[in-house]
């Protein structure tokens, strides 16, 4: 596709439980990132990838966070024992080499736990 | 950290009137500072940008301003038009990675036709 996909855009989860969210970047492009965007507020940044190399996880909220992109494409952010303020939208953003500073976002995952 | 704060929260202006929205930041060290539009249901898109050895930067209908003695930067969107309703982000980076960027609370603009 020409932009950001993440899947799924929706996601209802009991507390408790785990989930993952998929983020597959533009074709080439080397970074990638994760935000958490909760409602009414600007994205907070979680975590960033330089080809498969986690590079900076610093705002990640707490060890139920992880995030992975073991061949430099696609990045699945994992939360564990999801918890209601968990609740909120996960946007992935990718950068190709040489851009500058021009990043470009997904549509999101919209996270709801109950 | 860094903390950026931006205002107003809400905006509400008549088509082909400007728009204005302010943010501070409190880093010195930040250098690089974007603005995105966010629609409902969509991820944000870069719409300018300005860098620190720069005071201003015009694009078409929008500009931005920086004054980084007194650490503030304006979004400014001359002859709004509908199609401009959507909710504004500033951020402030203090490096090159404009990924680690830290954001603004955002403005929801709504131009009334």
């Known amino acids: 596709g020409a932009g950001v996909s993440q899947s799924p855009r929706y996601k209802v989860a009991k507390r408790g439980q785990d989930v993952a969210l998929r983020c597959d970047p533009i074709?080439?492009?080397?970074?990638l990132f994760w935000y958490q965007q909760a409602l009414g507020q600007g994205p907070e940044f979680l975590t960033y990838?330089?080809?498969?190399?986690?590079?900076?996880k610093s705002g990640l909220p707490s060890d139920r966070f992880f995030a992975e992109r073991p061949e430099g494409s696609v990045s699945t952010l994992k939360i564990q024992r999801t918890q209601q303020e968990d609740s909120a939208v996960y946007l992935c953003?990718?950068?190709?080499?040489?851009?500058?500073?021009?990043?470009?976002f997904g549509e999101g995952s919209w996270l709801t736990v109950v | 950290g860094e903390n950026v704060e931006q205002h107003p929260s809400t905006l509400s202006v008549q088509e082909g009137d400007s728009a204005v929205i302010k943010c501070t930041y409190s880093?010195?060290?930040?250098?690089?500072f974007p603005w995105y539009k966010q629609e409902l249901g969509k991820g944000p898109q870069l719409i300018i940008d300005i860098r620190s050895n720069v005071g201003e930067k015009k694009d078409q209908r929008i500009a931005v301003t920086l004054n980084k003695t007194a650490k503030h930067f304006s979004l400014h969107i001359t002859e709004t038009q509908p199609e401009d309703s959507a909710v504004y982000f500033c951020a402030a980076s203090p490096n090159t990675n404009a990924g680690k960027s830290t954001f603004g609370d955002g403005t929801t603009l709504t131009v009334k036709p």
């Open positions: 880093d010195s060290a930040s250098n690089y």
């Open positions: 074709s080439g492009h080397v970074s």
């Open positions: 990838f330089q080809n498969e190399a986690q590079l900076d």
């Open positions: 953003a990718s950068s190709p080499p040489g851009a500058g500073n021009t990043i470009y």
